[in-house]
């Protein structure tokens, strides 16, 4: 347990979350060694129409700011799928998610990095933004892609599995909230059916650590990256909440008696 515990890819140690840039970072993890990649990655948003938000001195919400301009969108992508791209086994896939606004970009980048597309999946949401004069955006896109169309794992752990996905968002209770957290459900389904016990899921923009905390009670291994330090911290927070008790009468249930962390 102990070596477990100690085990190492590069110079990272599993099982944790480390601060800093992850363009940068993921240049330091060994080629071909992480089974699947699960990211949301920060949107490229209009700065400013944001701008007046930056001045907010007291929030319980942590800010994702850390947004992509527009117009350098596609070369951030681009950059960080390429060593997406390289670390990734053979047997790998990767989900990313994307609002519709940006999703020229990440389609585009996909395919020009090599990879291959299984499903466009689409998760439904509850709550969406109200609008006077459009409709609410009420979906997100998420991009299943793999490197070998021939060796990537999928666990077919439901009969007729669809491309849609009715997920609700959680309500926080806590003190702090960060505003783009996955439903830990989703991610959990999301492992359930492309991991298995003991795989190395990554996500390179972790914010408030869901991908970790999900890959931690169904007993993957995580490794995380996230730049803002707050959002760090909070990840790392969480992780440490997660009692051992909890995951082991996880693991055998179906993912969708599953409680939420
Ligand atoms: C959409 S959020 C991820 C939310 C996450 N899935 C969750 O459930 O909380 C994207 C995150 O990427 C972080 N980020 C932006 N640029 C980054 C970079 N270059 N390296 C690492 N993290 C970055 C942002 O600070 C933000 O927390």
């Not at 997920?167 to 389904?189: A, C, D, S």
């Not at 990256?225 to 909070?234: A, K, L, Q």
Request: charged content about 30%; aromatic content about 14%; proline content about 3%.
């Amino acid at each position: 347990m102990a070596k477990e515990k100690n085990k190492k890819i590069g110079k990272f140690h599993i099982d944790q979350i480390y601060c800093g840039d992850a363009i940068k970072l993921m240049k330091d993890i060994p080629s071909e060694s992480i089974d699947l990649i699960v990211t949301d990655p920060p949107f490229a948003i209009d700065f400013k129409a944001k701008r007046n938000n930056y001045n907010r001195t007291q929030s319980r919400v942590l800010e994702g700011y850390n947004e992509i301009p527009k117009e350098k969108y596609y070369e951030f992508t681009v950059n960080w799928m390429k060593e997406a791209y390289r670390i990734l086994k053979e047997t790998g896939s990767m989900y990313v998610f994307s609002g519709w606004t940006n999703l020229k970009d990440i389609l585009n980048a996909l395919d020009d990095v090599g990879f291959i597309t299984i499903n466009h999946l689409i998760w439904k949401y509850q709550f969406g933004v109200f609008t006077k004069r459009k409709y609410v955006t009420s979906h997100y896109h998420i991009l299943f892609v793999a490197k070998n169309a021939k060796k990537y794992k999928f666990n077919k752990i439901e009969h007729y599995p669809e491309d849609v996905w009715i997920i609700n968002r959680e309500y926080w209770t806590g003190k702090i909230k960060t505003p783009t957290k996955l439903p830990i459900e989703l991610v959990k389904k999301i492992l359930l059916f492309s991991s298995e016990k003991g795989d190395i899921v990554f996500d390179p923009f972790i914010g408030s650590g869901t991908v970790a905390v999900a890959a931690k009670m169904l007993g993957r291994h995580y490794l995380g990256f996230e730049i803002v330090p707050e959002y760090c911290e909070f990840a790392k927070e969480r992780l440490s909440k997660i009692q051992s008790s909890l995951f082991t009468w996880i693991n055998g249930e179906k993912w969708s008696k599953e409680e939420n962390g």
